[in-house]
């Protein structure tokens, strides 16, 4: 079965800090890797999408991809209370399917 | 930009009823996903269409039911309706049966009494 494992949190960081949220996934063959902040109650809302190794950077998001490793991350710098919301980390696997595998989601929570 | 729309936004059903949801894509997206999520759930696919075609299906129970229509709107029609099936449902569009994000509607909360 095709896993995607994230710490569940809460992740407490201060505003202003950075905050690092974690992924990592079981299928070697994954193409496509997206993080989705979503509020409680609310609907997932794309932040980044991330296909190759590496770096990506919009504005206060920073996603990493390490396919070797099969691990995505997303660091929010100048977090603010704001961005307090459950983030799930979603992959797309190889093979034809474009059904994403999501985790169980990083609660952040960014305290004044 | 336009977004995915869902409606109803909140639905009070009793058991054994029948509910239909519906989702309208952004424009020019031509794939539409449904999701069930739970409290303190990660979503659960139920099925999606592409092109008006069934091109996946997940863990949609035999009682529900989902059609694309000619202008990519979607329906998801769910009978017997059980207590278990109170939940959010999130319907998700993007463009192409591809590697491409899917985009969130506001999705609708269904609660059954």
């Known amino acids: 079965q095709k896993e995607v494992e994230q710490n569940s949190g809460p992740l407490s960081v201060p505003e202003g800090a950075i905050a690092s949220l974690n992924c990592t996934y079981s299928d070697r063959g994954s193409q496509s890797f997206f993080w989705y902040r979503q509020y409680s109650g609310k609907s997932p809302e794309l932040i980044m999408s991330i296909y190759s190794n590496g770096d990506k950077e919009d504005g206060r998001f920073t996603a990493q991809l390490n396919k070797a490793s099969q691990y995505v991350s997303l660091l929010i710098r100048d977090s603010q209370p704001s961005d307090s919301a459950t983030y799930l980390c979603a992959v797309n696997p190889g093979g034809g399917s474009y059904i994403p595998t999501f985790g169980r989601g990083t609660s952040l929570i960014v305290h004044p | 930009a336009a977004g995915v729309i869902q409606s109803p936004r909140h639905l009070i059903k009793e058991k054994r009823e029948t509910a239909t949801l519906k989702c309208y894509p952004i424009p020019r997206h031509d794939t539409v996903y449904w999701y069930q999520q739970g409290p303190g759930q990660d979503p659960q696919f139920l099925i999606s269409?592409?092109?008006?075609?069934?091109?996946d299906k997940g863990s949609i129970p035999d009682r529900f039911s989902a059609q694309q229509f000619s202008d990519y709107h979607s329906e998801l029609n769910m009978s017997s309706l059980e207590l278990g099936d109170s939940a959010l449902y999130f319907c998700?569009?993007?463009?192409?049966?591809?590697?491409?994000?899917?985009?969130f509607g506001d999705g609708t909360r269904l609660s059954i009494l």
């Open positions: 269409f592409y092109e008006k075609m069934q091109s």
């Open positions: 998700a569009s993007s463009s192409g049966h591809s590697n491409q994000p899917q985009h």
